[in-house]
């Protein structure tokens, strides 16, 4: 949970990860008022950082797409491209390996 600073205004002036001597308050990470002040200081530039995350995912699975229709091969891709490919699946690998609770364990771990 965030914690922010307010001015004598109650305007947010501060927002930290955790709580400090001059950002107290608590409040949710999605309150509009956060994602206001966030967005004012990067220029919104936290939603092209989203969508340059879900790009980058579609491309993958389109390359994912290509590769297993034979169309390509991954040995025709660059080194580099190969590498970061390799070491996304294997991390998207491990993350799903972690999953701890599902549907049938009714949300005991």
Known sequence: MPYIARDSDGK?????????????????????ELLAFVESITGGASELAI???????AIEDIVDLLISKN???????PN?????LLQRHSLRHSLNALTLISEDDQGII
């Open 80 to 84: 580099a491209v190969q590498d970061k």
């Open 12 to 32: 947010i002036i501060a927002a930290s990860p955790m709580p400090l001597d001059d950002a107290s308050e608590a409040v949710a990470a999605d309150a509009p």
């Open 51 to 57: 969508s340059d995350m879900k790009l980058i995912r």
């Open 71 to 77: 169309i390509i091969s991954i040995t025709d891709l």
